[in-house]
């Protein structure tokens, strides 16, 4: 998905700030299927507004900058789910310590055990977060029932096949 498909969806389910789409999309679950930086939120927000597809109301704050809420609008809401309707891509799992994995045997011992903890740290924080998300329909269940189900299966293959890395990557140095 597209930073603004996500910028969309997200107001879909309330009016949000800039800052408001980053930390639902790192907090509630999406991180876990989609990216958005501040970087790419912001320009995405001017582009839709200016298309029409958000409106944008300004909130006067104390002691700090006026804010920007967006909310959809209904050629918004109506683009958005065009959007649902068309063929999404393929899935892709990006993992920099799997290909990291694939060269593993040019590594020492050590720097793979450091590699394999943090990853395995890492996994355990986002299936951690995933276990405390409350999603709000049955389509948020499914999908957050799906990211639970993946990262388990991941965890459940690092508890399997550590030794086996270790083992090769010992029989390797020798």
């Not at 998905?1 to 789409?21: F, H, K």
């Amino acid at each position: 998905m597209d930073v603004r498909t996500i910028c969309l969806g997200i107001l879909t389910r309330a009016d949000a700030t800039g800052y408001e789409i980053k930390k639902r999309v790192e907090e509630h679950g999406f991180r876990h299927f989609v990216e958005a930086s501040f970087g790419s939120i912001y320009p995405a927000l001017d582009k839709l507004s200016r298309d029409g597809l958000v409106s944008v109301r300004e909130e006067i704050q104390e002691k700090r900058p006026d804010r920007k809420v967006y909310s959809i609008t209904r050629a918004g809401r109506s683009a958005f789910i065009d959007s649902l309707m068309t063929p999404l891509p393929e899935d892709r799992h990006r993992s920099p310590f799997a290909f990291a994995m694939l060269f593993s045997d040019l590594l020492p011992e050590q720097r793979i055990a450091q590699m394999y903890d943090a990853y395995a740290a890492q996994t355990e924080d986002a299936f951690r977060q995933l276990q405390q998300a409350k999603p709000q329909s049955a389509g948020g269940h499914f999908a957050i029932g799906l990211g639970r189900a993946a990262y388990g299966a991941i965890l459940d293959y690092l508890r399997v096949h550590r030794a086996e890395l270790e083992t090769q990557t010992a029989e390797a140095a020798e």
